[in-house]
C-alpha cells in the first residue's frame, strides 16, 4: 500500500492517494473554516471587481476612506481564478478548490519525501508536521499557492 522501489499494482490505491482522500474528507468535518480569515471577503469582492470590469483595479475600489486612492493588487491572479469558480458553483466550488490545492500540497510533501529515501517513519512524522504547519495558514487565500509551489520547487530541486 506505501509506494515502494518495488514494482507497483497499477489498480491498487497508494497510501499517497487515501492521503489525499482524508484530507478532502477532511473538509466535510468544517468546510467554514476556511472562510473565517476576514480577508476572504476581500478577496471575492475583488473577485467581482476584476470580472466585472474585465481588468485589474488600479484604484481603490473597496474602501470607503481611501476610495480612489492608487492601489496595487498584487494578487489579481487568484482572485481572478476564485471569481470564476464563485461564479461557476458558488462558495462551493470556491472551498473544494482550496481544498484540493491543500491537498496536493501535502501529497507533494509526502511523495518528495518518499523518494528521498527516508524511512517511512520519518517520512511520515515529517509529512504529518509539515500538515500541522500549513493548515495553520489555511484558508481562502493565495499562500495556498505558494505552499502548492515551494513543494514543486522542491521536489524538482
Same mark, same amino acid.
Given at each position: 500500500?506505501?509506494?515502494?522501489?518495488?514494482?507497483?499494482?497499477?489498480?491498487?490505491?497508494? *497510501?499517497?492517494?487515501?492521503?489525499?482522500?482524508?484530507?478532502?474528507?477532511?473538509?466535510?468535518?468544517? $468546510?467554514?473554516?476556511?472562510?473565517?480569515?476576514?480577508?476572504?471577503?476581500? &478577496?471575492?469582492?475583488?473577485?467581482?471587481?476584476?470580472?466585472?470590469?474585465?481588468?485589474? $483595479?488600479?484604484?481603490? $475600489?473597496?474602501?470607503?476612506?481611501?476610495?480612489?486612492?492608487?492601489?496595487?493588487?498584487?494578487?489579481?491572479?487568484?482572485?481572478?481564478?476564485?471569481?470564476?469558480?464563485?461564479?461557476?458553483?458558488?462558495?462551493?466550488?470556491?472551498?473544494?478548490?482550496?481544498?484540493?490545492?491543500?491537498?496536493?500540497?501535502?501529497?507533494?510533501?509526502?511523495?518528495?519525501?518518499?523518494?528521498?529515501?527516508?524511512?517511512?517513519?520519518?517520512?511520515?512524522?515529517?509529512?504529518?508536521?509539515? *500538515?500541522?504547519?500549513?493548515?495553520? &495558514?489555511?484558508?481562502?487565500?493565495?499562500?495556498? *499557492?505558494?505552499?502548492? *509551489?515551494?513543494?514543486?520547487?522542491?521536489?524538482?530541486?
Amino acid at each position: 500500500m506505501f509506494e515502494s522501489a518495488m514494482k507497483p499494482v497499477w489498480w491498487l490505491p497508494t *497510501f499517497g492517494f487515501f492521503l489525499f482522500l482524508a484530507i478532502e474528507l477532511w473538509m466535510f468535518a468544517s $468546510p467554514d473554516r476556511i472562510f473565517e480569515d476576514p480577508g476572504v471577503g476581500r &478577496h471575492l469582492r475583488t473577485a467581482e471587481v476584476i470580472l466585472e470590469t474585465g481588468q485589474i $483595479p488600479r484604484a481603490d $475600489p473597496l474602501s470607503f476612506t481611501k476610495a480612489g486612492e492608487p492601489w496595487t493588487d498584487f494578487e489579481w491572479a487568484f482572485e481572478a481564478t476564485i471569481g470564476e469558480l464563485y461564479r461557476a458553483g458558488g462558495l462551493a466550488l470556491v472551498c473544494a478548490f482550496c481544498y484540493a490545492i491543500f491537498a496536493a500540497t501535502i501529497l507533494g510533501i509526502y511523495r518528495t519525501l518518499l523518494q528521498s529515501g527516508l524511512s517511512l517513519s520519518a517520512v511520515l512524522l515529517t509529512t504529518c508536521v509539515a *500538515f500541522l504547519t500549513v493548515q495553520i &495558514h489555511f484558508s481562502v487565500r493565495p499562500v495556498l *499557492f505558494t505552499y502548492l *509551489f515551494l513543494a514543486l520547487v522542491v521536489e524538482v530541486w
